[in-house]
């Protein structure tokens, strides 16, 4: 599975962006993609998943009721829409899938096996 992602900027706090990430290969088989962010001197951290079945979403505190995800299965393609942007969202952030569970690991980043090259998103007070 080849995943990129693509959509980071620069915006003031308080803006919007849509990031995307698209996925190519062996897509029939995923259990779920993740997004997560790693801000300088920090360590990567989830942010958001959706199920491949059913669609169900999951997020971070910190960006529930801001970030949105969702998906197209026909471009295999999911989308992370983050909007109230905080200076504190400044980070790199990685599209990830996941090939099987359990649910209770969905937040876990080592549980992922195929990652995108981050797409740096900057958040500007």
């Known amino acids: 599975v080849q995943l990129q992602a693509y959509g980071g900027g620069l915006v003031q706090a308080g803006g919007s962006l849509r990031l995307s990430c698209a996925a190519s290969?062996?897509?029939?088989?995923?259990?779920?993609m993740g997004w997560f962010r790693q801000a300088p001197g920090k360590e990567r951290e989830f942010v958001t998943a959706?199920?491949?079945?059913?669609?169900?979403?999951y997020y971070a505190e910190s960006v529930k009721g801001r970030f949105t995800i969702s998906r197209d299965n026909a471009k295999n393609t999911v989308y992370l829409q983050l909007n109230s942007l905080k200076p504190e969202d400044t980070a790199v952030y990685y599209c990830?899938?996941?090939?099987?569970?359990?649910?209770?690991?969905?937040?876990?980043?080592?549980?992922?096996?195929?990652w995108g090259e981050g797409t740096l998103v900057t958040v500007s007070s």
């Open positions: 959706i199920r491949y079945s059913g669609g169900f979403t």
């Open positions: 290969g062996r897509t029939f088989s995923l259990y779920a």
């Open positions: 990830a899938t996941k090939l099987s569970g359990p649910l209770s690991t969905i937040r876990r980043s080592d549980t992922y096996n195929y």
